[in-house]
Nanobody
């Protein structure tokens, strides 16, 4: 079992930056693929980015590519999402997620952190 806790959300103006953090506890952090998802009000949850256990492979949604960067520090058991050049459409609750390497779906989730981008 892995417990995930997000932090770093808040209110930012369009064009600004925020960095989200996700601290993992419980079972060993390193073998897990870590991801960020978001859900805007009235919309389905969507994939934002993920990163493999070594940090050598990352994947991004087209909507955030070039603006967001996912990274991880396995020694600290933490994954980050650096968000730059933010847009009002980035407003959502952001969720950290984890999955074991052999799985396709993410099966561990944090509680989420609100990010609001004002125009």
């Amino acid at each position: 079992q892995v417990q995930l806790a997000e932090s770093g959300g808040g209110l930012v103006q369009a064009g600004g930056s925020l960095r989200l953090s996700c601290a993992a506890s419980g079972r060993t952090f390193s073998p897990y693929v870590m991801g960020w998802f978001r859900q805007a009000a009235g919309k389905e949850r969507e994939f934002v980015a993920d990163i493999d256990w070594s940090g050598g492979r990352t994947t991004y949604a087209n909507s955030v590519k070039g603006r967001f960067t996912i990274s991880r520090d396995n020694a600290k058991g933490t994954v980050y999402l650096q968000m730059n050049s933010m847009k009002p459409e980035d407003t959502a609750v952001y969720y950290c997620a984890a999955r074991e390497i052999r799985r396709v779906d993410f099966n561990f989730w944090g509680q989420g952190t609100q990010v609001t981008v004002s125009s």
